[in-house]
Each structure stands twice: as C-alpha cells, then as structure tokens.
C-alpha cells in the first residue's frame, strides 16, 4: 500500500540479519493462527530457529509447513506528528526440520549471534542438548521491508 516506505531487498536482509527477536506465525490443522516470539538467524537466504521437540509450534508446521515471519527494527514515537519511525521486515516461506550438519551450524549461528563471548562453554552446551533441540528452517518464497525514517 505504501510504496514510499518500501525498502530494497538488500537492506530488508540486513534488517533480517540483525534484529534481536522475529514472531513466527503458523496455522495448526485446526485453522487457528498461532505467534510466537523466538530468537532465530538468518543464513544463506533463510530463517533458522530452535525449540523443544515437541509443542504447538512444531505441531502447526507439521500440519501446515507456510509460515510467516516479522521482524521490528528501530522504532521511535513521533507523538506530535501521530505517527511513528520504524523498519520491518516480513518473510513467508515454508518451514521444515533439519537434522546433522546443518543443524549443527544452526546452533553455532544462534550462540554466535546471541552469545559471542560464550563460544567455548556454548559449543559444550550445544553438544549436550543437540538431541533435546529441535532446529526448523524456513525457506523464503518472498520477502518485503518497509520503513519511515526521520
């Protein structure tokens, strides 16, 4: 609706790659819609998150794999204009669990995002939960960004 406020593809992936928190949304084999805030990466063109093995999260992707995904950057309240600076992001794809390797380098990506002065006592924590984590990926079908700037 706004394409004034739109942002390239590159800047929306920088705002992927460095926002602290996305909201995942799914729909479960009975309809309803289902958010959840998670931590996450993006690597190589898609979204990696980890969870528990089991809960509503992962039974809506095994019911319905398309999922969306938003990410809020910077934001500031203008109340004076009635209005608001921001930058997001949304991504839809399809989700799917990944297992070895590429599990592996999920994880790593999440502590080096969220962890990078813990590395060593990370990469023990990791080998001591891999089998008690679940990693999802999304695969992104399209992309956007918006933004209004000061």
């Known amino acids: 609706r706004r394409a004034d406020r739109m942002i390239d593809d ?14 995942l949304s799914t729909v479960g084999g009975d309809g309803l819609p ?3 805030p998670i931590s996450y990466i993006f690597r190589n063109g898609a979204i990696y998150l980890h969870c528990a093995t089991e809960g509503r999260k992962l039974d809506n992707i095994e ?5 969306s995904f938003c990410v809020v950057g910077h934001t500031q309240t203008l109340p004076g ?11 839809s794809g399809n989700a799917k669990l990944v297992s070895g390797d590429e599990k592996q380098e999920a994880l790593v990506g999440i502590l080096e995002k969220y962890a990078p002065d813990f590395m060593e006592s990370g990469l023990k924590y990791i080998d001591g939960k891999f089998d008690k984590v679940t ?11 918006k933004a209004r700037r000061p």
């Open 135 to 145: 990693v999802v990926r999304i695969d992104i079908d399209h992309i956007s960004g």
């Open 34 to 36: 289902y958010a959840v």
């Open 81 to 91: 204009h009635f209005s608001t600076v921001y930058e997001s992001a949304i991504a």
């Open 63 to 67: 019911a319905n794999p398309a999922v």
């Open 10 to 23: 590159k800047e929306t992936a920088a705002l992927l790659a460095s926002a602290t928190y996305g909201v």
